[in-house]
């Protein structure tokens, strides 16, 4: 059975006393996950290692980062490699969400790069796709999120598609307080999984994590997650606050 899974992405805040307390807060609620359900921690690179340790010894839950560098090692100054997240016990890394595609222009051939290592290196990637406000007004959503898919994941094996994550991610919902429909989430999670299903076959389709991104917050987690093709969320600004994101944890399937 593919994991439900509710993932906090903490974006550029929080200093490490902040992070620290809110992960200790979490602990409740993490320690009530399932073997079918984890809680990841996307936290700033500099975190990972607190984070990290904070978590020894607890099941379902791990540590992300919110980006790697497409290159294994060099003179890369300020990057951080796949092979660095590896060697300080990253579980997971963030490939591809929107901010770093609109603000550092990451095109869906650098992020194939980047989750070629991720796989290289034993990272699990949690790859971003979704439409902006245009495109879904267009009512050409599918056919762009289709595309971002196949150009950057269509390349690997079955056996490298299987138990994946993917995150959809409508632009005009990050961040902005309006959250897609859990039909419209339901309706594109299934096309999703349905291209992943042409490509690879049913039983590689349903193996792969869906999660849905864009203002889930506590009172509406529930909700979005029920629907059959969601399977949990990445959150941002509701991952910061521990009352909101304990919910959002236990609202998993
Ligand atoms: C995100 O950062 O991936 C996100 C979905 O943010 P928010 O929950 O704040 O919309």
Redesign the pocket.
């Known amino acids: 059975m593919r994991k439900q899974i509710a993932a906090a992405?903490w974006?550029m805040n929080l200093t490490i006393q902040q992070g620290e307390t809110l992960v200790n807060e979490l602990m409740e609620a993490t320690g009530e996950l399932n073997e079918t359900q984890a809680t990841v921690f996307a936290v700033p690179f500099p975190y990972l290692v607190n984070v990290k340790n904070i978590l020894a010894g607890k099941s379902h839950v791990f540590v992300a980062a919110q980006n790697c560098y497409n290159k294994v090692s060099g003179a890369f100054t300020g990057e951080v490699s796949v092979e660095i997240l590896k060697s300080i016990g990253t579980d997971y890394v963030i490939v591809g969400?929107s901010?770093r595609r609109e603000y550092f222009n990451e095109s869906n051939q650098v992020l194939a790069e980047k989750i070629d290592l991720c796989i290289e290196y034993g990272l699990k990637p949690i790859f971003?796709c979704g439409e902006a406000l245009e495109v879904r007004e267009a009512g050409t959503q599918n056919s762009f999120v289709e595309s971002q898919i196949k150009e950057s994941l269509f390349h690997l094996t079955a056996e490298q598609l299987t138990g994946f994550v993917i995150?959809y991610?409508p632009i005009w919902?990050?961040?902005?307080g309006k959250t897609a429909t859990s039909a419209q989430a339901q309706e594109i999670h299934a096309y999703i999984r349905s291209v992943l299903a042409q490509g690879y076959g049913n039983e590689v389709a349903e193996s792969i994590s869906i999660l849905y991104?864009?203002?889930?917050k506590a009172a509406n987690a529930k909700e979005i997650f029920s629907q059959p093709d969601v399977d949990g969320g990445?959150?941002?600004?509701?991952?910061l606050m521990a009352t909101e994101f304990a919910a959002i944890i236990r609202s998993l399937k």
């Not at 919902?173 to 902005?176: E, F, L, Q, R």
């Not at 990445?234 to 991952?239: C, E």
């Open positions: 992405n974006k969400h901010e971003c995150a991610e919902a990050i961040g902005t991104g864009g203002s889930v990445l959150v941002g600004g509701a991952s």
